[in-house]
């Protein structure tokens, strides 16, 4: 008997940290199109793993949020995993309150989220002192579970996609502390962003003597080259104590003769070298 030919799947898969319906699945949509196929995972390791068993065509993490700063899990992850950064986006975070069905706003007595929710909420979550606030791994699987258990007396924040996704009610909208609340998506693996054609980033770590002058000269090979950089990140170098990989964000494209002459000096510079890759900026 002839085995059925296996199905190509159009849709990509994609693996994202927490449930549908969270703020990666959202920078997903951005960065590929309106319908990829999300697979959850509940760790960030998770979503690395995924990617690097083969059992997803792309992932998307968080690297950085305007308010609560840098992803330092992540950034540790790109470093030991390799997989390469293919695009990014910057997504608007907000907030809401959420409750399942029936549940007013005067019933709620706890409100569950991720701990950078929470404490991205304060001002609000101050005004209703009386709310016990219980940290839960997800934004949007804390919307999941309170649906799930039909807790009478629960709300969670979390994204109007996971209020939908789940058929919970929004009882506040955009209830975070500051407006200007922005995260950082990184898109990793082999599929194209959308925005493919604008102009370059590269994302790289490096790791230098610990020697006076030994970090400015490093970075000397961008600025004598007039390349722009973004970002930089420091984070411990493991088995060498008080000593450090620098993370570097910089505009260009790999194809530039600046951007390889600063890379060769770079490299004559610096003890390691390791581009994470290099994809159109957000």
């Known amino acids: 008997m002839s085995k059925e030919p296996n199905k ?10 927490g449930e549908k319906g969270a703020f990666s699945e959202l920078a997903a949509r951005q960065l590929l199109g309106a319908d990829p ?14 990617l690097k068993a083969g059992s997803v065509e792309a992932a998307v993490i968080p690297i950085e949020n305007t308010l609560h700063g840098s992803v330092h899990e992540n950034y540790d992850h790109l470093l030991r995993y390799g997989m390469p950064i293919v695009g990014e986006t910057n997504v608007r975070i907000v907030h809401n309150l959420i409750a399942p069905v029936g549940v007013s706003l005067t019933k709620v007595k706890r409100v569950f989220s991720h701990p950078v929710a929470l404490n991205q909420c304060l001002d609000f979550l101050a005004a209703n ?54 995260t950082r998506f990184f ?12 102009p370059k980033k590269i994302s790289a770590v490096f790791s230098t003597r610990n020697s006076p002058g030994a970090l400015f000269r490093s970075l000397s090979a961008l600025a004598l080259r007039d390349i722009s950089l973004a970002k930089i990140e420091s984070r411990p170098l493991r088995g060498k104590p008080w000593e450090y ?10 194809g530039d003769v600046n951007v390889q002459n600063a890379l060769g000096h770079l490299r004559e510079t610096a003890d390691t070298l390791t581009v994470l890759g290099c994809y159109p900026k957000a």
């Open 8 to 17: 190509k799947r159009n849709r990509p898969a994609v693996a994202i940290q």
């Open 37 to 50: 196929e999300i697979r959850p995972c509940e760790r960030f390791a998770d979503v690395f793993e995924a």
């Open 129 to 182: 002192p009386k709310w016990e606030r219980v940290l839960f791994y997800d934004t949007a699987g804390s919307v999941k579970m309170i649906v799930a258990e039909g807790l009478k007396d629960a709300a969670a924040i979390a994204s109007s996609a996971a209020a939908e996704n789940y058929g919970a009610r929004i009882l506040r909208r955009s209830i975070e502390d500051d407006r200007q609340n922005f």
């Open 187 to 198: 898109l990793l693996g082999k599929l194209e962003p959308q925005n493919g054609k604008t």
């Open 245 to 254: 990989l620098f993370y570097v964000d910089f505009l260009g494209d790999l």
